[in-house]
């Protein structure tokens, strides 16, 4: 039986009109890391699962991964997220390297998801993450990076949000002002991740089976309520908490007149998960309602090298798939036409005996770092416009014989401009086609 | 217990220094193959066993591939190669494509390897391949290419060899002259794959026993004495199997007397595998003693779409891995020192006053497209220059007050020269720099 030409379940294959626009959006990841002199790192596609086990949810671990016995009888797992990776990376060299540590990647990572709208189960990640820096710096870099990046799209703060928040301040809630124990603290963290997604009933039922007595209650729905910045400081003098969410209090005041300041919104809501995150916290919320949802999160860890028994050393990162990035683009319209490739030039020739002559011009032009097709084998000369146009090309050469001695007419077949040269004539070629 | 701190087993970790490396050698790949009018294309990192069943050698199923069944009871495959993915997504589309596709990919493909110079687990593949182009003619231009691609770093042809035959040779020898079946042609074809690594005498004796008539063994010695194109013409024309071989002579008069002539040469004993090919096979050699080996492989297939039931469509590629490639550069000296980041800028500021006005000009310098770092916190004045030359930087800026206004002082670190500008004057910044 013939294997099937279907793609893997919840994977891509990227077709060349495809794979333009995610070079498109990789290349824009690596110029706006380099331009804050974030270097570019990776690691393997496979990990012991053992290192997933230390670090990660257990949702993640028990239903996500990708995990399997090699031949060795190691458990192994492709890689699910790339920060255990980095873990991993940096506390092999943290003490000796200089700080801080700009690091980025983009690598593919998958997960077992069940594909729906900007969800697949390869997907690539743009990693972001800085180690070492003093304190709250860092997170700052971070913030003017990702809108920078979004920014460089053309996204305005009409189109997105990022929703900030600090784990201080839900850990001083729920230890100092609800004293939860663990179990009832995971349990309303579950609660407070879909609190956007479920009607306010439902909302207050889930609230009360974890909270039972009715100040508990008040205090939380206060906290939920919570819609600036200064309704949160309002709300960390009302509750005698201000000093444990010190460093928090004085981060906003840092981000305060500052160009991504209009894109920055306090809210309560976002905590992101249980595992790595100690301080700040964030999503980045796309604001159309057609596509109403997170397109990248991130946040603050004071100690990601514990699990390796290492000296602590803290960080701030983010990581932003490509599935939501491009429907984010796609959404408000900011994606470039992609659809044909960006070549310069295409050489046709009517005649065998030109042929060695076309492919030495191809040779010259590329040697001028030109995009140059060679259409390969002879064409009727009343078919090249034809050929050139259905391809996309604005300039066409054709190498004929004129006059006794082999020539190249350019056609320019937007304007209809047309032009021969000899040969040789590379730069006069190059200056008639830019 | 702690999680372990090593990479998997024949993976690596690309820390920033290597990653430079690779993502310098991906640049060029890329480059190269677009100034060709390639395009991009990717696909998933899994796919179903049974296509590599179809398609791959027993050894690459049975004892290299990494397979596992997924949570849906699918037999499942990392890719160890980007073939069968090409020819799947082919298959899909080539009926409506403008011929000829010509194409190229850089994915990471996983194999169970033991681990030893030039030879890993995960790797990258440089992939290209072009479908549908008249007789010959693609041949020609994948050769240009590679050549093309090898040159662009400084190789000459003291430093590699392209290792040429075809398999319609190999077969009309083993089929007409040595009347061989299925059986002993393979056993022969292991043979040839082993002919340069062992002795003369080892040699006789594998040859002695799958041949055992005196005029095959003569005749198959004929074959493997055949040193250069001259004398391949001579040896078809002896045994009269000139007819079987027309397509290859007249592709070997096609390539003579072009720039990349001098790179090729005939070789009775590349015959790559098994599989896919059916026309020219080529290997690109290392000439260096200390890395003698191939650093590429590729050939011409006139069916890869048949295990699909689709119509033929024939296509010539080749695949070359990074690592290889790296081990190539290195013996020969051909890689730049890639030690250090190229970071445009540094900024301190003395005074935390300084701050928020030392970001504002990284930004403004940033949208310039320069990379910019900016030192986070201050930094004492004497510890500036030893900080900024530690980091590999040649300019550093200062951020200070200066007769009551914020100033910029620049220092070309190389031939510290000097100069002062006020926080605006961007333009007169990149001058001075650039």
Redesign the interface.
Known sequence: M????K???G??????QD??V??FLFDRMR?IA????Y??????????V??Y??KSGEELINEQI?S?T???G?E?A?RPEMTPTLA??V???HKQA?K?L??YAIP?L?R?EKPQRGRVR?HWQFNVDIFG??TN??E??IL?LIV?FLTSFGATNEMFSILLNDRRVVDSVFTTLLSLDEDSSYKLYKVIDKAKKVSLEKLDQMINEILVKSEQQQIFKDYLNIANFEQLNSFLAKYKIEENCQEFVNFVSLIKD??YTPFIQYDPTIVRGLDYYTGVVFEIFDKHPDNNRAIAGGGAYANLLQ???ETPLAGIGFGLGDVTLRDFLETHKLLPDLSK?E?DL?IYYTDDNNQ?KS?ELA?KL?QE??????N??TIKFNKIIKSAE??GYTFVAIVEERDGKAQVQIKNLKDRDNKFFNLNETQEIIDFIK
């Open positions: 013939a294997p099937s030409k793609t893997y379940k994977c891509r294959d990227f077709y060349p794979m333009r995610r070079d110029i380099e331009q804050f002199a270097e570019a790192f990776d690691g393997p596609l496979l990990e012991e053992a290192l086990k230390a990708y399997f090699d031949r060795g190691r192994v492709i991993r990376m506390a092999n060299i200089a801080p700009r690091w593919n998958m077992y390869e820096a003093p710096l860092g700052v870099e003017e920078s500052q160009p699990i390796f028994n490739p070549h295409i060695n492919f040779r590329r770092q030109l995009k140059i097709e060679c390969l084998g259905n391809k």
